[in-house]
């Protein structure tokens, strides 16, 4: 059980959790869990989440951190330029989905300014025109665009995610060409979510005339997503839990044996009962620190050498 308990803390560590940072959101997404009744309790309750409790989440998690909202949009939390400048740098995988829409000038100056080629930006745009507010209420195509673009041309990866309405499904083809011609990778996303205009869980005020898609487009369970156009900028973005791995845990010389190699990557080694019959600590350079010397380090852990001399004893 330990060493499953042990396999877990080492691994959870490199998972790469989803934040919600706050309850902030300007825009009206009818499908989205904040337009529902049964969210009205949960988004009262919640909170900023603080800059030095971020930093603490970071340390943590080897590999980075994804920043998707659950009943907000990331960039809408109070101080989430804080956030991005506690991630600069630290060569961990960000992602940052957002509809991407008003915010000044400024405030995309600074942001654009921390994470370059550590941050892949995911923009939440709809369709290939203004059609898109259909969907994102509230949002405005033209000045998301031009975020977009000038994200791109900062060096970052800027991912376009695109969800299939009845209202976008036949422009699908033009928008991997503009993806093409535009240099963003390009998601598209087929929605489980329900186009149930009457149903009794949507709060009264939102605008829900969306037409679902064909068949094709929907999925009954999970949403399904996939990638219809990829740049070099997304394959670096996803190779960076890779890199950071390999420069953490350097092959050692190949003419090295297997175990010499397993040995070099923790100089120390604990050996438990059930590996040695008795507890050993090894050293490099062969001995151990119960005096038992020139245990060869081509020995398999599970034959031990002492068996038969030391035990019988
Ligand atoms: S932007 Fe995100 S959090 Fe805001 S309404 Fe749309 S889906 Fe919901």
Redesign the pocket.
Known sequence: MSRITDLYVKNQRRSRPNIDTSHR?I???PQ?I?QKTTSQTQIRRSFDLEPEQFKKILDYYDYGITFC?Q???PIYHKDFLSLLKICDGKKKAVRIAT?GSGKPDKWWDEAYSYGVGENAWYFGVDGIDKKSELY?IGSNFDDVWKRMKQGRDLGHCIVWQYIVFGYNEHELERAIEIAKEEDFALLVVNTNRGFRTDNPLLRDNVDFKLGAPDAKHREARVKKEYWAHRTKQLESWHNIPRRRWLEENPPPPPEQTVLQQQENRAPWKVMSDEDFDFGLRIAPDGKTDQGVEKISWQQPINENPLKGSLKDE
């Open positions: 959101c825009f009206k997404c989205c904040r909202g009943i907000s949009d509809v994102r």
